[in-house]
Each structure stands twice: as structure tokens, then as C-alpha cells.
């Protein structure tokens, strides 16, 4: 699952993956759900874990697939997230993290299909 995190001024919460799979790819905050974990509870522990930051987590935004490791196929469930209390700071696999506006997601190293995710949930528009 992953949070999708706007501060109010439009800009998207991302964080450069330290470790594989996507090392070094920007994306959003998020993680596997652990045993015994609603889907809400991992992305305030995720979010947490790899920003700092604290959040509310609302309605989900969308769903993707994504190729795994010896054929196995992950479902991530994108949550729409209000970033509340903390201090951005990476941390866990997070080797960094930012604020984006949508124009800066296109000069960067995304996870494929990130952007055409954002973009089909309408949360952001399409670059041009």
C-alpha cells in the first residue's frame, strides 16, 4: 500500500527508494501491510517509518499492479493521506524525501506508471 500525501499548496509527497526493488526510483511512501494490519494502520506506519511524518489516512485512490521478484505480482492499494504532525525526514529504506509539484515529477527518476496512476485518479492533472 502507498500514501498518497498533498501539502496545501499541491505538492506531492515522494521518496527516493533506498533499497530494492525500485533503489534509487522516486515514489510514493508506502510498504507491505504486516500480519494482523488493516490497510490504514500500514500507511500511517509506513508514512511514519519513511518520512517522519504523521497522517491521516482517508478514501482509497486507486490500485496497480506491480511485477515482483520470481514471477510474483504485488496488488498496492494508494490511499489518499493528510499529512497532520512530524518532521520530514528519511528514514527506514527512504533514502530521501521531498515536497514535489507535479511539474518537478517529470524531471525525476519515477517508478513506471506513477505518474499515469496520479493522473488517471485525478490527483494530478496531466503534465504538459
Known amino acids: 500500500m502507498g500514501a498518497i500525501v498533498r501539502d496545501p499548496v499541491g505538492r506531492l509527497l515522494l521518496v527516493r527508494r533506498g533499497h530494492p526493488p ?8 508506502g510498504g ?5 494490519e488493516s490497510d490504514a494502520e500500514a500507511v500511517r506506519r509506513e ?14 485512490a486507486g490500485t496497480v499492479l506491480r511485477a515482483g521478484p520470481a514471477g510474483v505480482t ?8 493528510t499529512a497532520a504532525d ?9 533514502a530521501d524525501a521531498r515536497w514535489c ?5 517529470v524531471r525525476l527518476p519515477l517508478t513506471d506508471g506513477l505518474v499515469d496512476a496520479l493522473v488517471a485518479w485525478k490527483v ?5
Open 86 to 94: 512530524g518532521r520530514l525526514t528519511p528514514g527506514d529504506d527512504a
Open 74 to 81: 504485488y496488488e498496492i492499494h494508494d490511499y489518499l493521506v
Open 47 to 60: 508514512l511514519r517509518e519513511e518520512t517522519g511524518l504523521d497522517g491521516a489516512v482517508g478514501v482509497p
Open 32 to 36: 507491505r501491510v504486516e500480519p494482523g
Open 101 to 105: 509539484t507535479p511539474a518537478e515529477l
Open 22 to 29: 525500485g533503489e534509487g526510483l522516486w515514489s510514493l511512501p
Open 124 to 128: 494530478i492533472d496531466p503534465p504538459a
